[in-house]
């Protein structure tokens, strides 16, 4: 529990930093590098926080990580469980927490400190707040001819080698504040909605339930968060907007734009004509150009979500494309067949050819639906949220 002091400077923090600093008070012997395979082991460990060692990684054979996947686990059931967020995301909340002073960071330098400069450049770590003293307690234990690492750094709270005493010491811009405190991927999805206009620069989201996507679930029990069937297979990032949990968040952000007088919002037609609404949210291009250099700065791209999002369109289509259609948005034969494994072994699908015509063969739509399309679509989702 923070007190009101931390409260006030620090901030709250956000599912995926919780999680990070739940593993490094629970683990308090590991420390973590931004390196993709200690990413990779965090982001396990963050789906069961408690556990005494990270569960194991599940990947395909000659698959490759990269800094925007999300990875997956084998529970105990021997199932495959993901990530709730993307490596990057992980990445993040370190630095985010460190910033806040709530966990340790450092450098960790290779060879033995010589005493001259320039002094070599260290790996930085990331570990619980104590994690210096346990450092040092191991550097002294060890033969210096046996050890790799020869001394370490502590990074101030703050201190960053990259930015400048003007930067360090700015005062904070409201309008990032209020991108920080919203997933990612969303503030990406807002500004990807933004198309010039005369004066402003208008997000356009349609309202609630509009074109392909069902109602939320948890608005009506009975209905399936999925898009309708037999329209799979051309969504957009657009056409997905009007999916409650999506929405909301953007909405909620355009809002927040408005209370700072940072946007100006209205709701009406679509279109001219049109026979349904929207809310249509409207800033300036400074305000745009802040939340482009916002996302630059932090790497953030809607990259995965549309690679995702073509995933779900194939798995959509009817007949199913071949095989080699599916390498075209980053899933290759033998992943497809891990995804699909399940409605493989109910007979819901039965695999074609690999080198020609149909991946698979729809056996029971009403089961593929939830077995497959539903998973996939989802995915599209929490990447979104992550």
């Known amino acids: 529990m923070p007190t009101i002091r931390d409260a006030v400077l620090k901030g709250p923090l956000n599912e995926t930093e919780r999680r990070v600093f739940e593993v490094l008070t629970n683990h308090p012997d590991h420390i973590f590098s931004t390196s993709v395979e200690d990413l990779a082991e965090l982001a ?53 927490l460190a910033k806040t002073n709530r966990i340790w960071s450092g450098k960790l330098h290779f060879g033995e400190d010589s005493g001259e400069e320039p002094k070599p450049a260290g790996r930085t770590y990331y570990g619980e707040k104590q994690a210096h003293l346990r450092l040092a307690d191991v550097l002294e234990d060890l033969n210096g001819e046996s050890r790799a690492i020869g001394w370490f750094t502590t990074i101030k709270s703050g201190e960053n080698s990259e930015e400048t005493n003007e930067e360090t010491n700015r ?146 289509q009817t007949p199913a494309p071949p095989f080699c259609d599916f390498t075209t948005v980053g899933i290759n034969a033998e992943a497809l067949k891990v995804q699909l494994d399940t409605a493989a072994t109910l007979g819901t699908i039965s695999y074609g050819r690999r080198d020609q015509g149909a991946a698979f063969v729809v056996n029971d739509e009403e089961s593929y639906q939830q077995l497959v399309l539903a998973p996939a679509f989802e995915k599209v989702v929490v990447e979104l949220l992550s």
């Open 44 to 96: 396990a460990w963050c789906i069961y926080p408690s556990s005494h060692e990270p569960p194991e990684v599940a990947k395909t054979p000659g698959e490759t990580l990269s800094i925007n996947d999300r990875i997956s686990i084998w529970n105990e059931q021997e199932n495959k469980e993901e990530a709730h967020c993307t490596l990057r995301t992980i990445s993040i909340a370190l630095a985010s």
């Open 171 to 316: 005062e904070a811009d409201p309008v990032e504040e209020v991108l920080a405190s919203f997933p990612p991927k969303i503030v990406a999805l807002f500004r990807w909605l933004t198309r010039p206009g005369k004066d402003l620069w208008f997000a356009r989201v349609p309202e609630e339930g509009h074109g392909y996507i069902l109602q939320d679930a948890q608005t009506d029990p009975t209905s399936q968060p999925m898009p309708q069937p037999g329209l799979i297979g051309n969504l957009t990032l657009y056409e997905i907007l009007p999916y409650g949990r999506i929405r909301s968040p953007v909405i909620e952000l355009g809002s927040q734009l408005v209370g700072l007088g940072r946007a100006v919002v209205h709701v009406g037609p679509g279109y001219r004509n049109a026979r349904w609404g929207a809310t249509f949210f409207g800033v300036t291009g400074t305000v745009a150009q802040s939340i482009d250099t916002w996302l630059d700065d932090r790497g953030i791209s809607l990259e995965s979500t549309e690679r995702l999002l073509g995933q779900l369109n194939l798995l959509g």
